[in-house]
């Protein structure tokens, strides 16, 4: 009898709140490895239709269940349930015209009730204060259109089980592109939306030139009036620097990695920025726990290049189990079999193998690996093929040789399913050593990092002292209690200098057909002008897309460094009973 999976109780909570099976009164009926199973047995079923691949199923679990690899939220939510929505992310297309706007809206609140994301590009839409032919009225523009799918969002909620996501895409060359980059300057303002500009070369090249570029209206093609493209980019960073939105979407280095030119450009992205997709496209995702792929003597490339593999298989399996909500999805996702398989627990590995986040030891590790998977993702894809078949649009496609899927790898963020495996996300430094999540339902799950914990017990640095010192830091940097070579490997966010924090991003992006999300995690003090330059820098490393946070700059924040805790120096978890308490209610 195999044993249950270990999780942490932070990992337990979540699994029990959004993803475990209730009853009509919210009763849990299942445990995680029953989850797994469900998932497994659901995923594999797809290959009898095929009538190959026998056994995989127990493959399938045994990966989850060992937490090597899992899949997206949506798939892990509602495999083999009477929702079967096993996609996260979805682009919806928006035509100017009332009819358009409104059925984007819909679409858009019935993708998000079955736990996807949405994202829209509202570059076709006629700027504030265009003529409305048919009524003789005057257009309110895209920004205004933008409340009412935000308002949409906030009434769904996503069941309670997904916090409603959107991403809002406008073109640097639309007439209304200044009140679109300050539209979250409110921080009360488009709470369900990720903004992100589309920037063309010739926009940062002339930017960087300081000259002019030109408005156009979509609705007619004319031109408008010319801009200081130094100035918008100014005005972008700047709106950045105060709250984190916008983000850039470099649109061009997107669509020269689009493998299906013929079918039409890319426009938007799903809410997090990985996955570019055509209208009505949809992908899921799924990935490889780094950490789990480590051994006494280093990386197991043989582990990996299994779990890439069966990652690979699994994914192209959830295409054809997945019930898609909207036909159109279910036409382009069938044709182009879009996958994005990523890997989260980055950060642990650095740790493990003795080095800095940003050195160029780290970046010389992380083009070994990306490019490792991006060759065993597709021989996988390839093998499918040559039992399968390719994907039906690959005929005008840019991909030569058979092949399953358009696209193999995508870097998700891994919010969720980093906390359950008990890794660092995506592929993300550590935010800070002690910190607290903030989830959607306004609780807050608060731990210290458990590979932290384990090597402050095997050193024999971990006291009750120095756990009270990190409350209420990012960094442990100046923690002299602390081992030099350790402080040395456990960088936090904010000891990372931004630019190697791009360099990260842009090593793995060149391997990653899809796109990369990460953050680029600033200090409070930071001007905007470094904003600025970071747009410019990740433009001409090649990156698809980027997002800054400056520290404190919103509300909410997901993520802060915990404060006035005390945790137990048995499992990392904080205790919040009495002072002198010095273990949880979990380790007695």
């Not at 209730?22 to 497994?40: I, S, Y």
């Not at 799924?286 to 789990?292: F, Y």
């Given at each position: 009898m195999p044993r249950p999976t270990a999780f942490s109780p932070n990992a337990l909570q979540v699994l029990e709140r959004r993803y475990l099976r209730?009853?009509?009164?919210?009763?849990?009926?299942?445990?995680?490895?029953?989850?797994?199973?469900?998932?497994?047995a659901n995923v594999a079923s797809v290959n009898e239709r095929y009538g190959d691949r026998r056994g995989e199923e127990e493959e399938f679990f045994e990966a989850m269940s060992s937490l090597e690899f899992l899949p997206n939220s949506p798939t892990l939510m509602n495999a083999g349930t009477n929702i079967q929505q096993l996609s996260a992310c979805f682009v919806i297309p928006v035509e100017d015209s009332i009819e358009s706007i409104y059925?984007?809206?819909?679409?858009?609140?019935?993708?998000?009730?079955?736990?996807?994301?949405?994202?829209?590009?509202?570059?076709?839409?006629?700027?504030?204060?265009?003529?409305?032919?048919?009524?003789?009225?005057?257009?309110?523009?895209?920004?205004?259109?933008?409340r009412v799918f935000d308002a949409a969002t906030n009434a769904i909620k996503q069941g309670g089980r997904r916090r409603g996501a959107n991403m809002g895409v406008l073109k640097v060359d639309h007439p209304?592109?200044?009140?679109?980059?300050?539209?979250?300057?409110?921080?009360?303002?488009?709470?369900?939306?990720?903004?992100?500009?589309?920037?063309?070369?010739?926009?940062?090249?002339?930017?960087?030139?300081?000259?002019?570029y030109d408005l156009v209206n979509p609705r007619s093609g004319a031109k408008v009036r010319s801009i200081s493209a130094s100035y918008i980019l100014e005005r972008l960073a700047t709106s950045a620097w105060r709250g984190g939105d916008p983000g850039v979407l470099y649109i061009d280095a997107v669509n020269r990695g689009n493998p299906t030119p013929a079918l039409g450009p890319i426009e938007a992205t799903n809410p997090c920025g990985e996955v570019p997709l055509l209208p009505f496209e949809a992908c899921n995702?799924?990935?490889?726990?780094?950490?789990?792929?480590?051994e006494d003597d280093g990386l197991n490339w043989d582990k990996l290049a299994r779990t890439v593999d069966l990652g690979?298989?699994?994914?192209?399996?959830?295409?054809?189990?997945?019930?898609?909500?909207?036909?159109?999805?279910?036409?382009?996702?069938?044709?182009?079999?879009?996958?994005g398989l990523g890997i989260m627990g980055f950060a642990d590995l650095l740790v493990r193998m003795g080095l800095r986040y940003g050195s160029s030891g780290s970046i010389d590790l992380a083009e070994r690996i990306i490019s490792f998977i991006r060759r065993a993702a597709e021989a996988a894809s390839l093998s499918i093929a040559e039992s399968r078949g390719s994907f039906p649009n690959i005929e005008g496609s840019t991909i030569e040789g058979p092949r399953r899927n358009a696209t193999l790898l995508s870097i998700a963020p891994t919010g969720t399913i980093s906390l359950i495996a008990g890794c660092s996300s995506g592929i993300e430094p550590y935010y800070a050593v002690s910190y607290s999540r903030r989830m959607m339902e306004g609780?807050?799950?608060?731990?210290?990092?458990?590979?932290?914990m384990a090597v402050g017990r095997e050193r024999g640095f971990l006291t009750p002292e120095l756990l009270r010192d990190m409350s209420g830091t990012q960094s442990i940097q100046h923690l002299e209690s602390v081992p030099r070579d350790v402080r040395e490997v456990f960088v936090t966010a904010h000891?990372?200098?931004?630019?190697?924090?791009?360099?990260?991003?842009?090593?793995?992006?060149?391997?990653?057909?899809?796109?990369?999300?990460?953050?680029?995690?600033?200090?409070?003090?930071?001007?905007?002008?470094?904003?600025?330059d970071i747009f410019v820098l990740a433009h001409r490393r090649g990156c698809k897309g980027i997002t800054v946070y400056r520290e404190g700059s919103k509300p909410g924040q997901v993520l802060t460094a915990a404060r006035n805790a005390r945790c137990c120096p048995a499992c990392g978890r904080f205790i919040h009973g009495e002072e002198g308490a010095m273990q949880c209610d979990t380790c007695g």
């Open positions: 209730k009853d009509e009164n919210g009763r849990v009926q299942e445990t995680p490895d029953q989850m797994f199973r469900r998932v497994a059925d984007a809206i819909k679409y858009g609140a019935i993708v998000q009730q079955t736990g996807g994301g949405t994202g829209f590009s509202f570059s076709r839409l006629r700027p504030e204060g265009d003529v409305v032919r048919s009524t003789g009225g005057i257009a309110s523009g895209p920004v205004s259109f933008m209304d592109i200044e009140r679109f980059i300050s539209a979250k300057d409110d921080p009360a303002s488009l709470p369900n939306f990720n903004l992100s500009v589309a920037v063309t070369d010739e926009f940062m090249e002339r930017a960087v030139r300081d000259e002019d995702l799924g990935s490889v726990n780094l950490g789990r792929m480590i690979v298989r699994f994914l192209d399996n959830v295409i054809d189990a997945n019930r898609y909500p909207l036909p159109q999805t279910a036409e382009v996702v069938t044709g182009n079999r879009k996958i609780q807050h799950f608060e731990e210290v990092l458990p590979l932290f000891d990372v200098p931004p630019e190697e924090q791009v360099d990260m991003q842009a090593t793995f992006q060149r391997h990653v057909d899809n796109a990369v999300s990460k953050t680029i995690n600033l200090p409070p003090q930071v001007a905007w002008t470094d904003v600025r």
